[in-house]
């Protein structure tokens, strides 16, 4: 009988200061698929900005779809940009995010899938869906940049493994 | 902050976590990626605000044309 689990492999938590990237190496490949959940916030101005993800040092076209509450859109880029809030967005509040990595083992290209809010307290909230096709082998490695800024202090990363057997 | 960009790198295996400070390589890297960024950003921004105008233009004439402000909102459902 199958018996799937979720296990935490690695975390992070952004001191004083803050840093430009967190990155997770050597990923074990002991699981199906893997999931990094994330509290974040960037210090680049804005009520959100685009930071810059990849696998094993690689990205890939992205589509996101977005909803602000009275209106909603789409972005295509050319990278893996995933949005968090930024400087412009209420002090204290962080961004919440799901990052799906299926397959991560397989030698194909990883279709994967994002949803999460950056949040501006009362005022504004951004709900974003997206995916990007990223053409790199097993996954080994992941990174998530900042861009020109840090991401903040108390920014936290849970990167898990799931298996569905 | 520090003066020059930081990037973490947790290992998973070893539960090592490595702090460096980024390549100029890599700074560069994050200085076109942020331009390229903040420029789609704006065009978004402009072609928002252009569809607005156009828009705003548009009822502006069909109400010099006679249409109620009920018809002329009716058009756009």
Redo the contacts between chains.
């Keep these: 009988m199958a018996n799937p689990t979720m296990t935490l492999?690695?975390?992070?938590t952004?001191g004083s200061?803050?840093?430009?990237?967190?990155?997770?190496?050597?990923?074990?490949a002991t699981y199906t698929d893997l999931l990094l959940k994330a509290s974040i916030a960037s210090?680049?101005y804005?009520e959100w900005?685009?930071n810059?993800f990849t696998l094993n040092g690689s990205n890939g076209p992205d589509i996101t779809l977005y909803g602000t509450g009275s209106g909603a859109?789409t972005?295509a880029?050319s990278?893996t940009?995933i949005r968090v809030q930024g400087s412009k967005a209420t002090s204290g509040t962080f961004a919440s995010y799901d990052i799906y990595i299926p397959n991560y083992t397989s030698s194909n290209p990883k279709s994967i899938s994002w949803d999460g809010v950056t949040e501006n307290n009362s005022t504004t909230a951004l709900t974003n869906i997206g995916v990007s096709k990223i053409t790199t082998g097993a996954v080994t490695s992941l990174?998530w940049?900042a861009?020109?800024g840090?991401f903040i202090q108390y920014t936290t990363l849970y990167?898990y493994g799931i298996s569905n057997s | 902050m520090a003066d020059t960009p930081q990037a973490v790198e947790v290992n998973c295996e070893t539960g090592v976590v490595t702090t460096r400070d980024l390549t100029a390589d890599e700074i560069a890297a994050q200085a076109v990626a942020a331009q390229a960024a903040a420029d789609q950003k704006a065009a978004a921004e402009a072609e928002a605000a252009k569809v607005a105008a156009d828009k705003a233009a548009a009822q502006a004439k069909l109400a010099a044309l006679g249409l109620t402000a009920d018809e002329i909102a009716a058009l756009s459902k």
């Design positions: 492999i690695a975390s992070y952004v200061g803050g840093v430009s990237s967190v990155g997770f190496s050597s990923i074990p210090s680049v804005g900005t685009d810059g859109g972005t880029d990278g940009d990174s940049s861009g020109s840090n990167l």
